[in-house]
């Protein structure tokens, strides 16, 4: 069992960065890759961006790349993304999940535990 609690969102003006933190409860967290997702009024749950169990490997949307950053600390339990050049369209509320699976970390459906979400608002 995972329990996972989001924080670091917030308001932001276009151009700016927020760091979002997501903090991990279970002595098996540094086994399950992890990702996050992000989900805007009446509109689908996305894929953002996701780190494997070893931080060896990332994945990252094509509307984020080169903008966001995902990381981890298995010593602290820890998954972060950080969010630079934001723009108004990454306003969403902001979920991170840890999968067991091996691959697929694109879609939702392979995750297996959620966090409750932090909202990112960015004004123009």
């Known amino acids: 069992q995972v329990q996972l609690v989001e924080s670091g969102g917030g308001l932001v003006q276009a151009g700016g960065s927020l760091r979002l933190s997501c903090a991990a409860s279970?002595?098996?967290?540094?086994?399950?890759?992890m990702g996050w997702f992000r989900q805007a009024p009446g509109k689908e749950r996305e894929f953002v961006a996701a780190?494997?169990?070893?931080?060896?490997?990332?994945y990252y949307a094509d509307s984020v790349k080169g903008r966001f950053t995902i990381s981890r600390d298995n010593a602290k339990n820890m998954v972060y993304l950080q969010m630079n050049n934001l723009k108004p369209e990454d306003t969403a509320v902001y979920y991170c999940?840890?999968?067991?699976?091996?691959?697929?970390?694109?879609?939702?459906?392979?995750?297996?535990?959620w966090g409750q979400g932090t909202q990112v608002t960015v004004s123009s």
């Open positions: 999940a840890a999968t067991s699976a091996a691959y697929y970390y694109r879609n939702r459906a392979s995750y297996d535990y």
């Open positions: 279970g002595r098996t967290f540094s086994s399950y890759a």
């Open positions: 780190i494997t169990w070893s931080g060896g490997h990332t």
